[in-house]
């Protein structure tokens, strides 16, 4: 015969868990998405930096393995991303927000700011040069947005900035993930200022940090 109250007692402590589970589930959704203070006229330029994000996916020729990364569409037929996320020589290509996929070739690099520039084939060039931003100083709110693994938005307060330095160049308070790299750093004025190259996630060392868009900016259209 069913012992009623072990029944009762498996069912509270399963739908324990499960709340646990969903609290969970809804902290992880908070840390990966900043979201906009209110009244602060921000809505617009966290739009155009989600678009301007997309995912950029190299195919080596020799082993056949796929990389996937972040990239700022920059202006025109150009998209920017960070070196080390593309470990070969392959066919490159991009996919939109709206799930359009491009072919890619890559035109320019830094290997000291850890960045690439590629053009984009067949997508036009009319698309509007991004806004380049002044360098962050410590204690400037800045925010990264990255289309890989999932769309997400980060913000973080700069704690260190060294002028003139590589992908350490400036460091804030916004851990990111593997994917990440490349996404395009931007000011609260929507400018960019800088690109993703490096991350920690793991408590107590969140922090991303890259190279600044002033160290590179002569590669860029």
Do not use: W
């Amino acid at each position: 015969m069913v012992d009623r109250e072990k029944v009762i007692s498996v069912f509270l402590m399963c739908l324990g868990l499960f709340m646990l589970a969903a609290l969970a589930l809804a902290c992880s959704v908070g840390r990966h998405y900043t979201p906009i203070p209110p009244g602060s006229g921000l809505a617009s330029d966290v739009q155009e930096q989600d678009s301007r994000a997309v995912t950029v996916t190299v195919r080596c020729q020799i082993v056949g393995s796929l990389f996937f990364s972040t990239g700022v569409l920059v202006g025109g037929d150009k998209v920017l991303g960070a070196l080390h996320a593309f470990p070969c020589d392959g066919k490159f290509s991009i996919r939109l927000k709206t799930g359009r996929t491009f072919a890619v070739v890559k035109l320019s690099q830094d290997v000291r700011q850890d960045v690439a520039l590629f053009q984009v084939l067949g997508i036009g060039a009319d698309i509007p040069l991004v806004d380049l931003g002044p360098r962050p100083k410590p204690g400037d709110t800045v925010c990264f947005t990255a289309a890989n693994p999932v769309r997400e938005r980060k913000c973080g307060r700069v704690s260190k900035v060294v002028p003139g330095f590589g992908p350490g160049a400036m460091y804030f308070g916004a851990g990111g993930r593997g994917g990440n790299s490349g996404s395009g750093i931007y000011d609260m004025q929507g400018r960019l200022v800088g690109t993703l190259s490096m991350s920690c996630r793991t408590a107590p060392c969140a922090f991303s940090a890259g190279p600044l868009v002033e160290n590179y900016k002569e590669i860029l259209p």
